[in-house]
């Protein structure tokens, strides 16, 4: 079963403050992904990679074509929807895992955990127990759980967002280098919660530069075209 499907995206990068240089960073690019996939975008740094995947969460909106999502059991093209649909593809359909965390002051590491599941409507106990269980797997140690993660080293911070990321069961995930700063430990936490997001149907779309971790998550591999190859379009 499909749960995202992208048809002929294009991007061009129109650099206004430099002469209005154009840059063409993606041409007709196609994928398709099913539930308990992982694909892995691949290609050489300025392929386009982060490119596609910020389109994949409606950060950046292509010039051209379609991104279809699977939203309540209906296709949407979150390139055309409004702003509140796309809203609550965030909520509901669509997690975004990054490796930094926007901290926000004063926050305690739980709250930022738990807030994406009780803004779906969930219990408070069950919101804490998940985001406990989380943080725990990502070896936050439990004296900094109630602690706001400003002052948090940057290893510590990357595991609160990752915690974040996957606290809510989403149907799609997109992941941009979630382990690339963490050690082999933190780096084994992290497969194993990709792992079971597949296992339980989502549908996930990876950068990963790390070789021994791209080969432990994808199922394949999506080339990005080269920019020869995007300028013969
Ligand atoms: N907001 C932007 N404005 C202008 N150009 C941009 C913007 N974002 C990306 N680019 C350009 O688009 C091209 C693709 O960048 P992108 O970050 O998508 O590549 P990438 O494959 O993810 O690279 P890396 O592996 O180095 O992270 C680059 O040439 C980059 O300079």
Redesign the pocket.
Known sequence: MYRLRVENLSKT?V?HHQHGIR?P?LANASLEVESGECVVLH?H???????LLRSLYANYLPDQGHIWVKHNDAWLDIVQAPARDVLAVRRQTIGWVSQFLRVIPRISALEVVMQPLLDLGVSRDVCEDKASMLLTRLNVPERLWNLAPSTFSGGEQQRVNIARGFIVDYPILLLDEPTASLDAKNSAAVVDLILEAKARGAAVVGIFHDESVRNLVADRLHN?ATVEAKNDH
């Open positions: 990068f650099l840059l960073v290609g740094s300025g392929s386009g990679k982060s490119t990005m």
